[in-house]
T-cell receptor
């Protein structure tokens, strides 16, 4: 158990809908990262927050957004869902260092299925 | 741009055989970090090891060992005397540098299948 929690574990929804994925980092960690794992793209970095502020951005679609709250939990919002958004979404957390290379510990993931 | 290549898609072994997973990386940064993660059938990503670019000392931890060679940009991982519980997908990842602050660049992964 990494100490990172994600809810829900599974999510089934329809195209065009909007969903919110939630992540609670390990105690004391200030950085939260979101990754998408799909069969065709593999593991892709989406976005990182550090102590409430966006720190780094990957190939995140405009339909996707995220935020980190004062209690350091984070939410990833996916809107106007398409079939291709079906994937395993991971949240990771780390203490947060000045060079951004500390070890990231991953949550169990949220499996999103868009029908 | 950073890139991680895991050329082996799948490796199948019989229990107690050794397994070596290859990882080749590309980066222009002089300071970077390399990682191995394991993803068992249950789906979670489990951290195994982190190495920085200045530490080429190879390491052994139980049945796991790592071989980091900067000259060939490789960071290989060996499981000695494999067990069925080692069956998983193993990912090599790279981070570091101003262009990739906080971002882990993953390889495609290598599926390891250990049969009794």
């Amino acid at each position: 158990d990494s100490g990172v929690t994600q809810t829900p574990k599974h999510l089934i929804t329809a195209t065009g809908q909007r969903v919110t994925l939630r992540c609670s980092p390990r105690s004391g960690d200030l950085s939260v990262y979101w990754y998408q794992q799909s069969l065709d793209q593999g593991l892709q970095f989406l976005i990182q927050y550090y102590n409430g502020e966006e720190r780094a951005k990957g190939n995140i679609l405009e339909r996707f957004s995220a935020q980190q709250f004062p209690d350091l939990h984070s939410e990833l919002n996916l809107s106007s869902l398409e079939l291709g958004d079906s994937a395993l979404y991971f949240c990771a957390s780390s203490p947060g260092t000045s060079d951004g290379t500390d070890t990231q510990y991953f949550g169990p993931g949220t499996r999103l299925t868009v029908l | 741009a950073q890139k991680v290549t895991q050329a082996q898609t799948e490796i199948s072994v019989v229990e107690k055989e050794d397994v070596t997973l290859d990882c080749v990386y590309e980066t222009r940064d002089t300071t970077y970090y390399l990682f191995w993660y394991k993803q068992p059938p249950s789906g979670e990503l489990v951290f195994l090891i982190r190495r920085n670019s200045f530490d080429e000392q190879n390491e052994i931890s139980g049945r796991y060992s790592w071989n980091f060679q900067k000259s060939t940009s490789s960071f290989n991982f060996t499981i000695t005397a494999s067990q069925v519980v080692d069956s998983a997908v193993y990912f090599c990842a790279l981070s570091g540098g101003t262009d990739s602050w906080g971002k882990l660049q993953f390889g495609a992964g290598t599926q390891v299948v250990v049969t009794p």
